[in-house]
């Protein structure tokens, strides 16, 4: 395919887009100012916390309970997961544990994890790693269990033990599926600290931030609380992305 | 291990000629295979003469991969032996290419790693598998850029660096499962011309099974025909053309009239049902 000159400005357009119609419909006051600051105030807003430190502090709070959930979740997951998919009868006998819990709402689990872990940030960690965990757990697995049949023989006629073939073949096919439960994972582990952070106790973090400027109907600062969670998740993502392109070049090839 | 890389076999060879008075390789004995209901080998008997190229060549479904296959121990026979001068296949060094190279080769190492890869399992050392590679390399002269992963590489070239992997470990025999299948025609022609040579500087057992019959007879020693299942050995037929071979032999008398009766045996056991 030929890149046209402009391609790279594509990607623009639909923020340019967005930024126009927002600006069009705050400078008319097609919906009340009270709910819809312009864009000014609410740039205005994130700068000013940013800069005084206030969102700043909340985003970096958030940027700490995801990470540590991650870590945790991929920590326990990635090992767990291996050893779920190169059995099939170990995968068969807890897949359906696995498969209820995932799909169980992690936040239906607050009150159990506020029993047991308090209203610290232990509780906000624990649920976001249990729901992270559970996600990369099945990518991992399903990662290693789909590995590709002639790979696992081309290893196995060369003469390989399991354990070899494990290490050598299972554990790198199943790279590129664990990087999709890796990303999966983070997105929700994030979700669940910003809820976390909204109502269960908490003195700071982005979720803490948006549900307080709320409260005190400071609507740019809510805006711009909103849009840093926004760009917090995408640049995890993107994050993840790089990561992958990086140290999983094969994927998809 | 002795440090003999390839054999200095193709001196000595004179195709066909000898092949049956030369003490056999492989020696197959009452070889049976179910799948299902259908009995594919029932007391399956067959010699493989040392150092020659044999095609396994037979009607749709027949058994011709199920064949090697069960030969290199990728499926267990329900019974019979298979014994190579008289040891197990454990006992001895084989290569295996398979006829998905996409899915054979390990997509993380480079080229030149995939090729040095059995030699990881067989615990040599990294300075000297990499000699041992780059003398494979060179032996074969085979002009390939080994620093680029198997995806950056063409289907030939990475079909080239899967029978090179098979061929690391200085194997006693070659099985290929239809290498060429998946290469579009052009790419094909100049892998048989590359198999031959490997064939001919490593002087190594091959057993190939080939679903085009010209293919199948160029490449040969010997085209073993097989019949429908229950596979019997329906002609093990000597094809005497000189190598090297090229282009101007698919044209030859001789050539010609082997590549005849191989199909004329072919359409007799697609008949029979």
């Known amino acids: 395919m030929k890149a046209g000159k402009l391609d790279g400005f594509l990607p623009v357009i639909g923020i340019a887009g967005l930024a126009a119609l927002w600006w069009l419909t705050a400078w008319n006051k097609w919906v009340d100012p009270v709910l819809l600051p312009s864009p000014e105030q609410t740039f205005g807003a994130l700068w000013k916390g940013m800069d005084d430190g206030a969102l700043g502090f909340d985003f970096v709070k958030t940027v700490y309970r995801t ?110 599926q664990t990087f999709v439960g890796l990303r999966n994972g983070v997105s929700l582990a994030l979700v669940i600290i910003i809820v976390a952070e909204m109502f269960i106790g908490s003195q700071d973090g982005l979720g803490h931030s948006v549900f307080d400027a709320q409260q005190l109907f400071d609507m740019p600062r809510m805006y711009a609380a909103i849009f840093a969670a926004g760009a917090l998740g995408y640049g995890l993502n993107l994050l993840f992305i790089v990561i992958e392109r990086r140290f999983v070049h094969w994927s998809g090839k | 291990m002795t440090a003999v890389l390839l054999n200095d076999m193709s001196a000595s060879r004179s195709p066909g000629a000898n092949g049956a008075a030369r003490r056999p390789h492989v020696t197959i004995r009452g070889l049976s295979q179910r799948f299902d209901q259908v009995s594919v080998y029932e007391n399956f008997d067959l010699d493989i003469p040392r150092g020659e190229l044999i095609s396994v060549f037979g009607p749709n479904g027949c058994g011709k991969s199920t064949l090697i296959n069960m030969i290199a121990g990728l499926i267990p026979a329900d019974a019979g032996e298979i014994l190579f001068d008289g040891r197990r296949l454990d006992q001895i060094s084989f290569g295996y290419v398979f006829q998905n190279y996409r899915e054979a080769l390990f997509p993380w190492l480079r080229a030149f790693d995939n090729i040095a890869y059995p030699l990881k399992i067989m615990k040599v050392p990294p300075a000297e598998r990499r000699a041992r590679t780059e003398r494979l390399v060179e032996h074969l002269g085979i002009k390939l850029d080994l620093n680029l992963y198997p995806y950056q590489m063409s289907g030939g070239q990475q079909q080239l660096v899967s029978i090179m992997r098979a061929l690391i470990v200085e194997p006693e025999i070659l099985f290929l499962d239809e290498p060429f299948s998946a290469l579009d025609y052009e790419m094909t022609l100049f892998m048989r011309g590359q198999l031959q040579r490997i064939f001919m500087e490593s002087g190594t057992t091959m057993v190939l099974v080939s679903h085009d019959l010209e293919e199948a007879v160029y490449l040969a020693d010997r085209v073993l025909l097989l019949s429908r299942h229950p596979a019997r050995v329906a002609d093990f037929t000597p094809v005497t053309a000189a190598r090297p071979r090229t282009d101007a032999t698919l044209s030859e008398p001789d050539f010609v009239r082997t590549k005849a009766h191989c199909l004329e045996v072919f359409q007799r056991e697609v008949r029979r049902s």
Do not use: C, H, Q, W
Request: charged letters at 15%; a positive charge; zero cysteines.
């Open chain 1, 67 to 176: 990470a540590v959930s991650t870590a945790i979740a991929a920590v326990i997951a990635i090992p767990l997961g291996i050893v779920l998919g190169s059995s099939e009868k170990v995968y068969r006998s807890l897949e359906f544990v696995i498969d209820f819990f995932r799909s169980t709402p992690a936040s239906a689990m607050f009150p159990l994890f506020l029993v047991l872990f308090g209203v610290g940030d232990e509780t906000k960690i624990a649920v976001a790693a249990f729901g992270a965990m559970l996600v990369i757990l099945f990518n991992v697995a399903y990662g290693v269990i789909n590995a590709r049949k002639t790979r696992l023989l081309a290893a196995k006629v060369m003469g390989a033990s399991r354990l070899r073939v494990l290490f050598d073949v299972m554990l790198l096919e199943s790279l590129p």
